[in-house]
């Protein structure tokens, strides 16, 4: 059976394991405990955030020509958006930490926000 070159690129590698790391985690939201004792709220951190760390680019309110090529529909203006771009949200500003573009939050508020998405960003 042929596989697919690409599946064998070192980038592919990465992808894939960051894909099974969070699906572990996000499997694990479902029983995990440590969800029950997490104080991560939408009002709390998920909010304030998204609205300091990347709503200056990701929202419909931000004018296309001021989005500083932020694609136009990945927007993160309400819980079911931010829901909705979990993973990639996830992936980009908790593993690889290419969002924000210019960098910001640190470390520890990286992996609140991991967590906070984990537990289904409550
Ligand atoms: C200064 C503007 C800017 C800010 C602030 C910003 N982004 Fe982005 N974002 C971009 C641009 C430009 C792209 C398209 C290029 C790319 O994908 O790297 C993008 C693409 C994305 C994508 C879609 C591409 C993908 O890899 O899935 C996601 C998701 C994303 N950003 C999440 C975030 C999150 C989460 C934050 C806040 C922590 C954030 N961004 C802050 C400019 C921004």
Same mark, same amino acid.
């Given at each position: 059976?042929?596989?697919?070159?690409?599946? *064998?690129?070192? *980038?592919?590698?990465?992808?894939?394991?960051?894909?099974?790391?969070?699906?572990?985690?996000?499997?694990?939201? $479902?029983?995990?405990?440590?969800? $029950? *004792?997490? +104080?991560?709220?939408?009002? !709390? +951190?998920? =909010?304030? +955030?998204?609205? !300091?760390?990347?709503?200056?680019?990701?929202? =419909?309110?931000?004018?296309?020509?001021?989005?500083?090529?932020?694609?136009?529909?990945?927007? +993160?203006?309400?819980? *079911? @958006?931010?829901?909705?771009?979990?993973?990639?949200?996830?992936?980009?500003?908790?593993?690889? $930490?290419?969002?924000?573009? =210019?960098?910001?939050?640190?470390?520890? @508020?990286?992996?609140?926000?991991?967590?906070?998405?984990?537990?289904? =960003?409550?």
């Amino acid at each position: 059976m042929p596989s697919s070159p690409s599946a *064998r690129t070192p *980038r592919a590698s990465l992808v894939l394991r960051t894909a099974l790391a969070l699906a572990l985690a996000g499997c694990g939201a $479902d029983t995990d405990p440590s969800c $029950d *004792r997490s +104080f991560l709220r939408y009002d !709390n +951190f998920g =909010a304030p +955030f998204i609205a !300091n760390w990347c709503r200056a680019c990701h929202s =419909a309110e931000v004018p296309p020509d001021m989005r500083q090529e932020a694609p136009v529909g990945v927007n +993160f203006d309400s819980p *079911r @958006e931010i829901r909705a771009w979990s993973y990639r949200i996830s992936v980009t500003t908790g593993v690889i $930490d290419s969002m924000p573009p =210019a960098g910001g939050p640190s470390p520890a @508020e990286r992996q609140m926000l991991v967590e906070w998405l984990g537990c289904g =960003a409550p």
